[in-house]
């Protein structure tokens, strides 16, 4: 079983900065790209950002300029640095993973995920 603990998130004013982290433990299953996903109130899950085993990254229009996906494969953790926040990135951020290694990973839903950590953005 994959595990995937979400950390980082809480309250800021618009403007600000978070850095959400995703420690992983993979218990023997393969892991191989990583990334974030955000839900808000009334709206559809959607991917933030996603990188690869490789370093790949893919990240929404909607946040391009203001986000960086990283990972430490040494960690087995997956960071999201998040800065110019407005209250329109308020959700709750949710890390998964996949299994595949196909280039475009990205289109698929991950395959595991993490319970979740809030992200409130204060106008």
Excluded: H
Aim: aromatic share 12%; proline share 2%.
């Amino acid at each position: 079983q994959v595990t995937l603990v979400e950390s980082g998130g809480g309250l800021v004013q618009a403007g600000g900065s978070l850095r959400l982290s995703c420690a992983a433990s993979a218990n023997g299953f393969a892991i191989n790209a990583m990334g974030w996903y955000r839900q808000a109130p009334g709206k559809e899950r959607e991917l933030v950002a996603a990188i690869s085993n490789r370093g790949s990254t893919y990240s929404a229009d909607s946040v391009k300029g203001r986000i960086t996906i990283s990972r430490d494969n040494a960690r087995n953790t997956l960071y999201l640095q998040m800065n110019s926040l407005t209250p329109e990135d308020t959700a709750m951020y949710y890390c998964a993973a996949w299994k595949t290694t196909w280039t475009y990973f990205y289109t698929l839903r991950g395959d595991y995920w993490g319970q979740g950590t809030q992200v409130t953005v204060s106008a």
